[in-house]
């Protein structure tokens, strides 16, 4: 049988000479990746690596294949831009190229996917051992059993330190990550942020998942009781608290951001976590804060020159600091990341900059359907470039810039698949409570979020008398726990600015709805705010 090595040396032409590390194990990654400019090794043992210039999602770059086995199905538009075979080929010859110059390449072959009837063998070809480690944490590693037949299903080519060719037909700048349903097959140029990759195979799952299997794939957190197994899913986008709040250790973590809901129960895509660091400590956050060792990768973090102490509160680099580590540094990891049994909350994270929405509500089924789809948040600073402050934000089942189908195809499946398994939802502010952080209001303390979410495990919320919230309809408990009274209902305050920021905010999704409202039923279109 032809090696991974020698397979790769075909597929791109290369040199015999080449040095091909092919499921290389940590500590030669560290080797490796020590040769790398500014890479080094933190007090706890961490690696630290840094992206380059591009510290961030480049979404506005992101490109798919106009074809025929897929064309039809995608959601062409803003997110998914439509690129011909002939430029891909260009794209894919300049990848090549690169690769083709490198005296070693790294190659990671590992799985998405922990549900063995529906997982994607995955292939990555690289040219940083920043990037193979990285992936290498993010994706389920195979034994070496399961390497010996082991065929890609899905292969990314990294060029990354190289810049797509800005004049091709299709390209708007030097950066391009682009996507070939009909090859199965991702090119990444001019852009070294390892979180492309991690996304890049979420896209895929966003396709392949439900055209091919009538799967939901989720962009969510997801985890589970001890004693009574009951499983909840997170939905929000990144800075929302989607690791933080599933990495509870009184619970048992699925995964911390990509999952899939199958007849089979839930299943989480990643083998890693891949947490922001921006702000962290032991205290806040002990569980992400003590994965941070040998094996796990810091990206573009300040450090002692002396110490390699990291301070995490330094964000002269940029905002999305993160660090990647294998899940089971994670104590209370669920192993294997799947489930039997199907989610009895839905929790939809949002952070609301404008202090308007309260910190919970739950949500009837159309309420859930029509919150799914606005997908309301505030990007926070330094996850994509250019975004340096929280800035209201609308993205369509809370993973718009990932998605493949259209949005309407998502809700659709999650509303079947909550009336299928009795689900109860709710929507859960992390952000501001009261006041919005321009008028200089507080963020809602996680002592407080974990004490809500306490209270939704236990089942003591549901019980809770609940109260109208005006503008949005949503209902609200009087009582939680811990959690000081005034701030469960903002609305309360009653102060002209504040009246007029809550119109203001429903404005907002009134005009955000407008792209979807085609396909919706009525009743989703009247959990609308009233104003």
């Known amino acids: 049988m032809v090696s991974a090595a020698q397979q790769v040396i075909e597929t791109l032409g290369l040199s015999k000479d080449v040095l091909i590390r092919h499921n290389a194990s940590i500590p030669v990654l560290y080797e490796d990746g020590l040769q790398e400019k500014g890479t080094l090794i933190s007090s706890t043992g961490a ?59 790294f190659v990671i072959d590992a799985f998405a996917g922990w549900d063995p009837q529906y997982r994607l063998k995955v292939r990555i070809i690289c040219a940083r051992a920043y990037h193979a480690l990285f992936m290498r944490n993010m994706l389920i590693r195979p034994s070496e059993e399961e390497l010996k037949d082991f065929k890609p299903d899905f292969v990314i080519y990294n060029a ?4 797509a060719n800005s004049h091709t037909d299709g390209m708007s700048s030097s950066t391009s990550v682009e996507l070939n349903f009909k090859e199965m097959e991702m090119v990444i140029l001019g852009t070294e942020y390892a979180g492309e990759m991690k996304k890049g195979i979420l896209t895929v799952m966003f396709y392949l998942m439900p055209v091919k299997y009538d799967i939901l794939t989720l962009h969510s957190s997801a985890n589970q009781g001890i004693k009574n197994k009951d499983v909840t899913v997170f939905f929000g986008l990144s800075g929302t608290g989607k690791t933080t709040l599933s990495a509870d250790p009184h619970r048992l973590l699925i995964g911390d951001d990509e999952h899939c809901w199958s007849d089979n129960g839930i299943f989480n895509v990643e083998g890693g976590c891949y947490a922001k660091c921006i702000n962290l400590s032991a205290e806040k956050e002990p569980e992400i ?51 039997s049994e199907h989610p009895t909350n839905i929790v939809l994270l949002t952070c609301d900059a404008a202090g308007c ?19 309301y948040t505030s990007k926070v600073a330094g996850t994509e470039e250019g975004v340096t402050e929280p800035t209201p934000a609308f993205s ?46 507080k963020r809602c303390s996680l002592k407080y979020t974990r004490a809500i979410l306490d209270a939704i495990h236990d089942g003591s919320l549901t019980k809770e008398e609940f109260e109208d919230y005006p503008v949005f309809g949503l209902k609200v408990p009087k009582k939680c726990g811990s959690v000081p009274a005034e701030l469960l209902n903002p609305s309360k305050l009653k102060t ?15 005009e955000n709805f407008k792209n979807y409202i085609d396909g919706c039923t009525q009743s989703v279109i009247d959990a609308a705010p009233q104003f």
Not at 65 to 82: A, C, L
Not at 312 to 326: A, K, L
Not at 407 to 431: I, V
Not at 496 to 510: D, Q, R, S
């Open 289 to 339: 804060f003590n994965a941070i060792k040998f094996g796990s990768i810091l990206e573009n973090v300040i450090y002692d020159p002396d110490t390699r102490v990291v301070d995490y509160d330094n964000d002269s680099i940029t905002q999305n600091t993160r660090c990647s580590y294998p899940i089971e540094y994670i104590p209370t990891a669920k192993i294997p990341c799947l489930t």
């Open 357 to 375: 929405l309260p910190p919970i509500s739950r949500l009837t089924p159309d309420q859930v359907m029509y919150h799914f789809i606005s997908g």
């Open 47 to 105: 690696m630290m690596a840094f992206s380059g210039a591009k510290t961030g999602r480049s979404p506005k770059d992101k490109r798919m294949v106009d074809e025929e086995t897929s064309t039809n199905n995608i959601w062409w538009g803003p997110v998914n831009k439509k690129i011909s075979e002939r430029t891909w080929e260009i794209s894919k010859s300049r990848a090549f190229d690169y690769l083709r110059t490198k005296e070693k390449l």
């Open 160 to 163: 990354g330190q190289f810049p």
């Open 496 to 510: 002209a600015e504040y009246n007029k920021e809550l119109v203001n905010l429903a404005k907002k999704f009134e």
């Open 396 to 441: 369509a089942c809370f993973g718009q810039p990932f998605l493949a189908l259209h949005p309407m195809k998502y809700a659709e499946m999650l509303s079947r698949k909550m009336q299928e398994h009795n689900a109860d939802a709710w929507l859960l502010n992390t952000g501001w409570v009261g006041e919005s952080v321009a008028k200089g209001g």
